[in-house]
Nanobody, 126 residues
């Protein structure tokens, strides 16, 4: 069973930046599509972005397009989420998730993922 551990969350002012990391255990990291999701207080979890197995294809939610960048380093079993121009509406617990069965990142928004991390809190102050 793959395990995921997020890090990098914290408190930042509006307009600032943070970089989240998702470390994934296991020797088959390259077989997983990895996504980031977030859940704000009192709201449902929402899709943020996903990245393909080799990192060549990405899929962003409209709300973060142009501000967030996902990348992965398969040699380090790690996925990164660079978040720039942060807004108070970005405040949420951010989760990374991995799935070995998805055929394309474009299904990441609506399909259930195999494995999830415990989440890391991002708070953006105004």
């Amino acid at each position: 069973q793959v395990q995921l551990v997020e890090s990098g969350g914290g408190l930042v002012q509006a307009g600032g930046s943070l970089r989240l990391s998702c470390a994934v255990s296991g020797r088959t990291f390259g077989s997983y599509i990895v996504g980031w999701f977030r859940q704000a207080p009192g709201k449902e979890r929402e899709f943020v972005v996903a990245i393909s197995r080799r990192g060549g294809t990405t899929y962003y939610a409209d709300s973060v397009k142009g501000r967030f960048t996902i990348s992965r380093d398969n040699a380090k079993n790690t996925v990164y989420l660079q978040m720039n121009s942060l807004k108070p509406d970005d405040t949420a617990v951010y989760y990374c998730a991995a799935d070995s069965r998805l055929s394309t990142v474009f299904l990441a928004k609506t399909r259930a993922f195999d494995a999830w991390g415990q989440g890391t809190l991002v708070t953006v102050s105004s």
